[in-house]
Structure formats: C-alpha cells, structure tokens
C-alpha cells in the first residue's frame, strides 16, 4: 500500500489550526472593537452597573475606591467584561463556523437554535441578576446592616461581585440547553431525569450556595430558577426525542417476514 507523504498527512491538522487562528483572531479584534467603542462611556457604564446598590446606600453614603489606581482601573475591567459579554454572540458564531463542517445536516438543524437560545439564555439571566436579584438582596443588605456602621462599598470589591453574580445567574440560565443535549444526544433519557428531581432540586441549592453570597434569600433566588430551568429542559427534550422517535417508526420499514407462514399454494 502506498504511503503518502508527510506533508499530506499534517495537511488536515495544519488546515483546522489555521481555521481555528483566523477565528480567534476574529474573536480578539470584534472584542478590541467593542472595547474601543465602549471605552469613551466608561465611567457611565460603571454608574449604570452600580445603580442597584447606590439606591440602598444611607443619605450622604457613597461608594469609595481604597487602591490608588481603583478609579480608572476598576471602571477599565467593566468596560472589558461588557465587551466580551455583548461580543457573545460573535463569539458562538466564529465557534459555530468551525465546528459545523463536521456536523450533519439533522444536527445542524438543531444546533442553530440552541446556539440562539443559549445566547438569549445567558443575557436573559444577567437581566434577571440586574433587575430582580440585585434590588432585593441589595435592599436585604442595607435592611441588616449594624446601627453605627456605615454601609460604603469599595468599587473594586463591588465589580468583583457582580461580575461573579452576572457570570453565576447567565451560566444556570443554560440549564435548559445542556439538559435537552443530554437528552438528544441519548446520554440521559426523561424518565431518568424525572426519578432524579429530588437530587437536582438539592444539587441546585448547593450550587446557589457555592456561587452566591452566605444568605439564604440569593442562593433561594439562584436555586428556584435553576430548578424551573432544569423542568423545562427536561419538557423540551422530552418533546423532540418523542418526534424523533415517531419519525424513525414511520421512516424504516418494519419487517412483515413470518417465518411459520405456509408457501403460496
């Protein structure tokens, strides 16, 4: 059998590098792009991201910067991080062009739509940190807070928290997507799923309590989602796997072979 050379051989590796090159570079410079254009606004990015807590704090309380460098740099890592979020869905498209050539055209079907609704997903739990979450537990903060001690928050540690809230809330809102691919794909089925609520129902409550704030109402607030997030994944996968199902019966022929049937007279 004749080998081929070497050259042609690494050609396909050499290829999907290069692809894999052109698209991260394609990712940097939309991200760069973004930044460049958000930078101008950046404290005003800041204050519109700090909102929540500012309208809790005490009469006369304002937020402070403790690090020397604090009031440009901690306003600089925001403007980075909201690029990289609203360049998100550039960055599932450029991951999209290149793991599609390897898909079917069923699979494909079906990947363009959870490609969408992880996007909406994610920033649908952002807003539900910013505009639900924040408030009450901001509000709960200022509500404990010891008499004589004044409520004013480092920006530095502000950013850091609900860069970590935003990340947390936008992650679980995926729940759905990853719960209907465990089913597609045939690693779980529905029924095992549904004996498995009560475990999931405490995994998600562990998992509010990994990634929220020592309290009870933000990890409450994290878990209760997370759990109706999962119900609905486990209701949409059971729906196409069903019509899946359905769509194999009806397109292979079942066999009418009778092996005891008597020969034709």
């Not at 940097?28 to 005003?44: I, K, T």
């Amino acid at each position: 059998m004749n080998r081929l050379p070497d050259s042609a051989q690494e050609m396909p590796l050499v290829s999907h590098l290069t692809e894999l090159r052109t698209r991260l570079l394609r990712i940097v410079g939309a991200v760069l792009l973004l930044f460049a254009g958000l930078f101008y606004f950046s404290q005003e990015i800041y204050a519109l991201v700090a909102a929540p807590l500012r309208a809790y704090l005490p009469i006369g309380a304002t937020m402070i910067a403790t690090g020397v460098a604090s009031p440009f740099l901690t306003p600089f890592k925001l403007t980075m991080m909201v690029a990289v979020f609203l360049s998100m869905p550039i960055i599932l498209h450029q991951v999209w062009g290149f793991i599609a050539p390897g898909l079917y055209q069923h699979e494909k079907l079906i990947a363009v739509p959870l490609l969408i609704s992880s996007i909406l997903l994610f920033y649908g739990g952002m807003a539900f940190a910013y505009f639900v979450v924040f408030p009450i537990m901001f509000g709960f903060f200022a509500s404990v807070t010891p008499e004589g001690v004044a409520m004013m928050t480092d920006i530095g540690e502000y950013l850091d928290f609900v860069l970590t809230l935003f990340f947390a809330f936008g992650v679980a809102f995926e729940i759905p997507v990853a719960t209907f691919l465990l089913i597609w794909v045939g690693i779980v089925d529905v029924a095992s799923l549904r004996k498995s609520r009560p475990y999931v129902v405490v995994g998600c409550f562990a998992v509010g309590m990994l990634l929220t704030p020592p309290d009870v109402l933000s990890q409450t607030l994290l878990a209760v989602p997370m759990w109706l997030l999962f119900e609905t994944g486990v209701f949409f996968g059971g729906l196409v796997k069903k019509r899946d199902t359905e769509q194999r019966e009806v397109i292979e022929p079942e066999s009418e072979v009778q092996p005891n049937a008597p020969p034709y007279p």
